[in-house]
């Protein structure tokens, strides 16, 4: 498309009100925070923006920059910011066991270790009921694909294409988007599978998602059969007979991919997954780094949106609220096999870390949040799917709960990604009208909420 693309809609955004004021910027210009960035500051950590936001503090939903505007954070950090920014409850714990003991190696007992794991456990059903402390979610995935393979002493593992799970060079191997692969080895006894995408996917239709808005293509399922979901089981029986051996260690899914643009997949296609990966003697892992607690709405766990229970999940990125704690939840007998030798996290489950993780459990609960995600994400995605209708350039809007991807197309019918330089005015213009939004899938195609 040779021809510039203007915006024809013109708007200007009414932000709701907000009584909080923000404190006075007093650090560095904003100039001089550029060059520290260009010198000191690894050119791998890539900035939003054609004028990279310089931000200063952040109150619940809001974010101010260095030069007091404030704006309605639609991003959560990466979804991260599960429960607010500096949420009151979680601040005022924080602050009580930074006082009292920020850390002590958990070789020794302390309080939170034990409190918190009882807290979170008791929100899994049985058998999943121990857990083991990290750092990050690519800290998380990494254990999982570590106890995997020691417990069933079986090596290979496969994910879903267009899945992301970590950039740690283990699990590197696992996640499927290009932009994140490097030049070096990895990915020994990763196999990738087809995704079962019914947006973009050569199978979809109107009738196939778990989420109040379905995909605009035409349905040729019957009552009780969806033709989608068979057909992506048999790529997925084809990988098992094809690219991997008898056995397997495991599988690893997000319950809806995040970084891939919110991609939900056929009802009951995990299910039969993860029966099909048991029969080969593997374990299923859930990647709930994007999807847990109480994101969805309907469930505080992704995987139980699947009617399914994993054998490992993985938590990071809402559960400290932005602290940088992740977590690995299994059943006894699966971490038993990590403790034939030792294996030592010094940071994993430390007394700070665990006491905001509770102060986020016990925010999510009081403040109703799970229900908010249902009731405010409902609401979003059937205002977005009117957008949808009027717009050709809008193919497709999905997500469960506080969990939304808009994919962007030339057109509904090719589906064909509409170009960067469209999509990017499309997102400088919401952040100048003070909306803060991110972008995913393979071709940032799809603006992320």
Same mark, same amino acid.
């Given at each position: 498309?040779?021809?510039?693309?203007?915006?024809?809609?013109?708007?200007?955004?009414?932000?709701?009100?907000?009584?909080?004021?923000?404190?006075?910027?007093?650090?560095?210009?904003?100039?001089?925070?550029?060059?520290?960035?260009?010198?000191?500051?690894?050119?791998?950590?890539?900035?939003?923006?054609?004028?990279?936001?310089?931000?200063?503090?952040?109150?619940?939903?809001?974010?101010?920059?260095?030069?007091?505007?404030?704006?309605?954070?639609?991003?959560?950090?990466?979804?991260?910011?599960?429960?607010?920014?500096?949420?009151?409850?979680?601040?005022?714990?924080?602050?009580?066991?930074?006082?009292?003991?920020?850390?002590?190696?958990?070789?020794?007992?302390?309080?939170?270790?034990?409190?918190?794991?009882?807290?979170?456990?008791?929100?899994?059903?049985?058998?999943?009921?121990?857990?083991?402390?990290?750092?990050?979610? @690519?800290?998380?995935?990494?254990?999982?694909?570590?106890?995997?393979?020691?417990?069933?002493?079986?090596?290979?593992?496969? @994910?879903?294409?267009?899945?992301?799970?970590?950039?740690?060079?283990?699990?590197?191997?696992?996640?499927?988007?290009?932009?994140?692969?490097?030049?070096?080895?990895?990915?020994?006894?990763?196999?990738?599978?087809?995704?079962?995408?019914?947006?973009?996917?050569?199978?979809?239709?109107?009738?196939?998602?778990?989420?109040?808005?379905?995909?605009?293509?035409?349905?040729?399922?019957?009552?009780?059969?969806?033709?989608?979901?068979?057909?992506?089981?048999?790529?997925?029986?084809?990988?098992?007979?094809?690219?991997?051996?008898?056995?397997?260690?495991?599988?690893?899914?997000?319950?809806?991919?995040?970084?891939?643009?919110?991609?939900?997949?056929?009802?009951?296609?995990?299910?039969?997954?993860?029966?099909?990966?048991?029969?080969?003697?593997?374990?299923?892992?859930?990647?709930?780094?994007?999807?847990?607690?109480?994101?969805?709405?309907?469930?505080?766990?992704?995987?139980?949106?699947?009617?399914?229970?994993?054998?490992?999940?993985?938590?990071?990125?809402?559960?400290?609220?932005?602290?940088?704690?992740?977590?690995?939840?299994?059943?006894?007998?699966?971490?038993?096999?990590?403790?034939?030798?030792?294996?030592?996290?010094?940071?994993?489950?430390?007394?700070?870390?665990?006491?905001?993780?509770?102060?986020?459990?016990?925010?999510?609960?009081?403040?109703?949040?799970?229900?908010?995600?249902?009731?405010?994400?409902?609401?979003?995605?059937?205002?977005?799917?009117?957008?949808?209708?009027?717009?050709?350039?809008?193919?497709?809007?999905?997500?469960?709960?506080?969990?939304?991807?808009?994919?962007?197309?030339?057109?509904?019918? !090719?589906?064909?990604?509409?170009?960067?330089?469209?999509? !990017?005015?499309?997102?400088?213009?919401?952040?100048?009208?003070?909306?803060?939004?991110?972008?995913?899938?393979?071709?940032?195609?799809?603006?992320?909420?």
């Amino acid at each position: 498309r040779q021809q510039k693309w203007k915006s024809s809609v013109s708007t200007q955004a009414k932000m709701p009100p907000c009584n909080f004021v923000p404190e006075r910027y007093e650090s560095y210009p904003y100039e001089r925070m550029q060059k520290i960035r260009e010198q000191n500051i690894a050119p791998s950590l890539r900035t939003y923006y054609k004028k990279p936001l310089l931000l200063h503090q952040g109150h619940m939903q809001w974010l101010f920059d260095h030069e007091g505007r404030r704006y309605l954070d639609l991003f959560a950090g990466i979804v991260t910011v599960s429960v607010g920014h500096c949420h009151p409850k979680v601040t005022m714990a924080t602050q009580k066991q930074l006082a009292r003991l920020w850390h002590t190696t958990n070789i020794y007992m302390y309080p939170a270790i034990h409190e918190y794991a009882e807290k979170l456990t008791s929100l899994f059903p049985d058998p999943l009921k121990v857990v083991y402390l990290t750092n990050s979610g @690519s800290e998380a995935n990494d254990l999982a694909m570590f106890m995997a393979r020691l417990h069933t002493r079986n090596f290979d593992i496969i @994910s879903l294409r267009g899945g992301y799970h970590g950039g740690s060079p283990y699990t590197l191997g696992l996640t499927s988007l290009t932009p994140y692969k490097h030049g070096v080895a990895n990915g020994f006894g990763c196999t990738t599978t087809m995704l079962p995408d019914v947006f973009r996917g050569p199978w979809g239709g109107s009738h196939c998602r778990d989420s109040p808005v379905q995909t605009v293509r035409k349905c040729s399922c019957t009552e009780g059969a969806c033709v989608a979901k068979d057909q992506y089981i048999e790529q997925f029986k084809d990988t098992l007979n094809t690219s991997v051996p008898k056995t397997v260690a495991g599988f690893i899914a997000e319950p809806i991919q995040g970084v891939n643009g919110a991609v939900q997949y056929p009802r009951n296609f995990l299910k039969e997954a993860y029966q099909l990966v048991r029969e080969r003697g593997g374990l299923c892992i859930s990647d709930e780094v994007q999807t847990g607690f109480g994101r969805t709405g309907s469930h505080f766990w992704g995987f139980q949106t699947h009617g399914v229970v994993p054998d490992i999940v993985t938590l990071a990125k809402g559960i400290g609220n932005g602290f940088p704690m992740a977590a690995v939840v299994t059943t006894k007998e699966i971490a038993s096999s990590l403790a034939q030798n030792l294996h030592f996290n010094t940071f994993g489950g430390n007394p700070l870390a665990c006491v905001v993780g509770a102060a986020v459990l016990d925010a999510i609960e009081e403040d109703g949040l799970q229900k908010n995600s249902e009731d405010v994400g409902t609401y979003m995605l059937l205002e977005l799917a009117k957008l949808r209708d009027k717009f050709e350039i809008v193919g497709d809007v999905r997500g469960k709960g506080l969990m939304i991807g808009v994919e962007m197309v030339t057109d509904k019918d !090719s589906r064909c990604p509409l170009p960067a330089e469209e999509i !990017s005015q499309i997102w400088e213009d919401c952040k100048d009208m003070g909306v803060l939004i991110g972008r995913g899938g393979l071709y940032s195609q799809v603006l992320n909420l």
